[in-house]
Every structure is written in structure tokens, then in C-alpha cells.
């Protein structure tokens, strides 16, 4: 059973316009969320997180927006640029499960993302 | 520079075989991890070591025995390789008790058994 759900395979976008990607989860017990990008060949890197005490977060051309009441998340990147073409992971943790559930993340099936110049 | 390196990259090994596959990371992390993806793309968890102690062991069949000689390395060992063990195993490494510290992976070993 998929805790953490990513319900779209493939998102297209133009450069400059704004890319949304969306994440749902089913385990209440999640509090911390992250997204992670991936290129090919290569492992995920750590994009943005965000707590469950939070509904927003940003860093540069990336916000995280959580809405808990509908165990959804998204990630919007604005403006879009062709080198944010990768596949984008959403993942969550129950951080109060205690230190040793650390790391042990709930991954989605990721979305590709392709930025057209 | 490279903070989390696995090796090999590639892993081309017949059914019975047994293989490993080695992680070293230079970023000081107490906390080191084994991620599997399958073939529909989810990254799960299958160990975590912190400090050289198993912390985290997901269901996984035995002929998987994890080594952490200290805690840069941890190391896979595969016994009696099967086909369903074919996938890109992600090595991880991240710093636990220091806030919220992101998981850093390395480019991951793709296992093919034939």
C-alpha cells in the first residue's frame, strides 16, 4: 500500500512558466516532508523540506506548499528553466517516531519533469 | 570531492552469485543508509546504520547482510543473487540529531541478474 503518492507521471512546461508538481499522502503520522530531483544516472539530491508545523516554504524559484486537512503537497518552481528537467521525488518521514526513524523516508514513484526551452 | 560514492556503478552477475556493493562517505555523518528502487520506480528502505550499529532493518530476506566497518563505510553483501534482486541499490548518508538533515545519496549501483 503507497503511503505517498505521486498521481502524475509526467509534467511538461515551458521555460519561464511555472511548473507545479503535486503529492499526496495517506499516513497521518508523517510530519516531515521533502522533495529530492534526479538526474539520470545520478542519485536524488535534496531540493526543500518542510515540517508539518508549516503550510509554506520557500527557497529561491521553489516553494512547498502542505495542506495537511487534505494530506497534500506540492512543489512550485517559478520560473521554470530547462536544467530543472529531472524527475522530482516527494518523500515523508514520522520524525516523531523518534531519532532512529530518521531517514527512513516514504518515497512517491516520482514525476518527470521536462522544461521546454 | 564526492560525498557519498558507491562502487561498482554497474553490476552484471548471474543467479546463485554472490555480490557486494560499497559505500564510503566523506561528509562526517553518524548515519548511513541502503535505499532500493525497483522496477516501478519507488525508493525504499531496506537498512540504516548509525554509529556502526543497525538501527533500521526493513523486511528483507536474508541473503542481504549489511557491514559497517566504521561509520563512513557500509558495505551490501548479496548471497544466492535472484532475478526479483535486480534494481539500483542508493546508498545514502545523513547526520542524525542536528535538525532536520536531509539525506544525501549517492548515484546508485544498478544490479542486474541473469
Known amino acids: 500500500d503507497q503511503q505517498v503518492k505521486q498521481n502524475s507521471p509526467s509534467l511538461s512546461v515551458q521555460e519561464g512558466r511555472i511548473s507545479i508538481l503535486n503529492c499526496d499522502y495517506t499516513?497521518?503520522?508523517?510530519?516531515?516532508f521533502l522533495w529530492y530531483k534526479k538526474y539520470p544516472a545520478e542519485g536524488p539530491t535534496f531540493l526543500i523540506s518542510i515540517s508539518s508545523i508549516k503550510d509554506k516554504n520557500e527557497d529561491g524559484r521553489f516553494t512547498v506548499f502542505l495542506n495537511k486537512s487534505a494530506k497534500h503537497l506540492s512543489l512550485h518552481i517559478v520560473p521554470s528553466q530547462p536544467g530543472d528537467s529531472a524527475v522530482y521525488f516527494c518523500?515523508?518521514?514520522?520524525?516523531?517516531?523518534?531519532?532512529?526513524?530518521?531517514?527512513?523516508?516514504?518515497f512517491g514513484q516520482g514525476t518527470i519533469l521536462t522544461v521546454h526551452p | 570531492d564526492t560525498a557519498v560514492s558507491q562502487t561498482p556503478k554497474y553490476l552484471v552477475t548471474q543467479m546463485g552469485n554472490d555480490k557486494s556493493i560499497k559505500c564510503e562517505q566523506n561528509l562526517g555523518h553518524d548515519t548511513m543508509y541502503w535505499y532500493k528502487q525497483d522496477s516501478k520506480k519507488f525508493l525504499k528502505i531496506m537498512f540504516s546504520?548509525?554509529?556502526?550499529?543497525?538501527?533500521i532493518n526493513e523486511t528483507v530476506p536474508n541473503r542481504f547482510s549489511p557491514k559497517s566497518p566504521d561509520k563512513a563505510h557500509l558495505n551490501l553483501h548479496i548471497n544466492s543473487l535472484e532475478l526479483g534482486d535486480s534494481a539500483v541499490y542508493f546508498c545514502?548518508?545523513?547526520?542524525?540529531?542536528?535538525?532536520?538533515?536531509?539525506?544525501?545519496f549517492g548515484n546508485g549501483t544498478r544490479l542486474t541478474v541473469t
Open positions: 518523500a515523508a518521514s514520522d520524525l516523531s517516531a523518534g531519532g532512529t526513524s530518521y531517514g527512513k523516508l516514504t
Open positions: 499516513n497521518s503520522m508523517f510530519d516531515y
Open positions: 545514502a548518508s545523513s547526520q542524525v540529531g542536528q535538525g532536520n538533515s536531509p539525506l544525501h
Open positions: 546504520y548509525n554509529n556502526k550499529e543497525l538501527i
